[in-house]
């Protein structure tokens, strides 16, 4: 395949004259014409191309719902799209955005501006990187990202936390929520159904968004039986969720396959996760509530894919005044990111 000479800006040259990826986990060192792990960047003479800059792998417009954000922004309708590529070994094997098209007619190209344009034009009140490792297209979320924020729309990306603490500061300042997709809680987890060369690096770039960026936070886990369900496991899990991003961090909890011990394992991680404080415990079902942790008042509903707002105040229980922490305004996350510039 032919690339365009769309150069990455996230590099570093070492001493042996080859490119060092800045991008994600994996500090690829790349010799000109060599690809990194993601099959997305190659080494050049003059640095690290981009295979997959402005190539789209997906785009919809619908309820930020759909994203399994569940707490944020609700009943908004939002842009998703995405690019191709992961920095997940299991997922640059099987996962569907992993390559490119080699049919050229159906490589979609879309620049971050008319991206950011669209959304406006289409009144979405936000956008989110939905499909394919934001850390693998750094560059081109990064713009999509500032130009979003810029026509006051609000950003959100999903992502395996893979990316390094420069690309994400990098980004940072222009996002709003970031939604974690947790393999597990162990090495041997993350061996199976990740493949990173650090699976605690991902727990400090969600703790990097929550406390540096004051990002809002949600965490989808896929339990799979024989793989991360161990209660133990589970256990050190629910723990750092409540610790390191709080009790009131929405945790959604999945079946990762179709087998019945599978979803055996999910209804009691689900349970533990209650047992142990979380406030709001989701699985796969479309239609769940959000309750008040305080008085149980019904929040939202969701019905057939329908978000309504019925018992909130602001960010508030409208019943009890239980603060919920859902996220509804950017002007709060602007405000607390300005207090922290001052008092630092
Ligand atoms: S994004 Fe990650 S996997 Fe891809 S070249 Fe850079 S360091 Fe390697």
């Given at each position: 395949m032919s690339?365009?000479?769309?150069?990455?800006d996230l590099f570093t040259t070492n001493s042996d004259a080859l490119t060092v990826c800045g991008a994600c986990q994996w500090h690829c060192t790349l010799a000109p014409g060599e690809m990194g792990r993601c099959r997305m960047r190659v080494g050049t003479a003059s640095?690290?191309?981009?295979?997959?800059?402005?190539?789209?792998?997906?785009?919809?417009i619908g309820p930020i719902e759909d994203h399994r954000f569940w707490h944020?922004?609700?009943?908004?309708?939002?842009?998703?799209?995405?690019?191709?590529?992961y920095a997940t070994v299991t997922d640059q094997g099987r996962g569907p955005y992993g390559s490119i098209p080699d049919d050229p007619t159906k490589r979609r190209k879309l620049d971050a501006d008319r991206a950011a344009n669209f959304?406006?034009?289409?009144l979405c009140r936000g956008v989110v990187w939905a499909y394919g490792e934001p850390a693998v297209n750094h560059e081109y979320v990064r713009g999509l990202l500032q130009l979003s924020r810029a026509s006051s729309r609000y950003t959100a990306i999903i992502t395996t936390g893979a990316m390094t603490e420069e690309a994400?500061?990098?980004i940072g300042h222009y996002l709003d929520g970031f939604s974690l997709d947790l393999r597990g809680f162990s090495e041997a987890s993350y061996a199976r159904l990740g493949g990173l060369p650090n699976w605690r690096g991902v727990l400090a770039i969600a703790e990097r968004a929550r406390h540096r960026w004051h990002c809002h936070i949600e965490v989808t886990t896929r339990i799979h039986h024989g793989v991360n369900h161990d209660p133990e496991e589970l256990r050190a899990l629910i723990g750092w969720i409540k610790s390191a991003l709080g009790a009131h961090t929405p945790w959604h909890v999945l079946p990762g396959d179709a087998g019945s011990?599978?979803?055996?394992?999910?209804?009691?991680?689900?349970?533990?996760?209650h047992e142990l404080g979380l406030h709001y415990v989701y699985g796969a079902e479309t239609n769940q509530q959000t309750r008040c942790p305080s008085c149980q008042q019904t929040l939202i509903t969701r019905n057939n894919g329908v978000a309504r707002i019925v018992g909130l105040n602001g960010a508030a229980c409208a019943s009890c005044g239980h603060e919920t922490k859902l996220h509804t305004s950017m002007y709060k996350q602007q405000q607390q990111r300005e207090s922290r510039s001052v008092t630092e």
């Open positions: 690339y365009d000479e769309e150069l990455a640095g690290l191309a981009l295979l997959n800059h402005g190539l789209i792998a997906g785009a919809t944020f922004f609700p009943d908004s309708q939002v842009l998703g799209i995405g690019g191709w590529g959304a406006l034009e289409r994400f500061d990098q011990e599978t979803a055996a394992a999910t209804m009691r991680a689900r349970r533990l996760a």
